[in-house]
């Protein structure tokens, strides 16, 4: 679930066929790569969570929270594009990080089924696996804490 919300942001090339240009606010990598964005999608899913008798309802929106974000911070790691606006809609600056060492990724399904394609998902795999490893680690750790916690009390 979560990672279907972490790519959730790149929806917003529907943007392209509504004629949005990408520099806009609401084009691609604009306002649903923002921080703000983030937060609100976060918020949205706390009553969604417990809906869904979610026993940590406020932790999982903090997750989901956690899990938009990312995708924007990354894709300021990315070689192409026009930035990314993490502040918007405070700021319509578009960012990049100083280090962009990931390739940029086809907007299309289609393009992936390629040489680029299967370069980039290498890529991918060398500068993000070893992050989404670290966090996925330090998420089982917390997890594995917080049920010896449960079970001491
Ligand atoms: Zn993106």
Redesign the pocket.
Known sequence: MLAALAAA??LDVIAFRLGIPYAHPLGH?GLT?SVVFALCVGLASLPLWRLARVERAGLAAALTFLAVVS?GLL?TLTDAGLGVGLLIPIDDTRYFAPFRPLLTSPLSVGAFFSLRGFAILGNELVWVGPLAATVALAGLGVRRALLRREGAS
């Open positions: 942001p790149d990598r790569h995708h894709d």
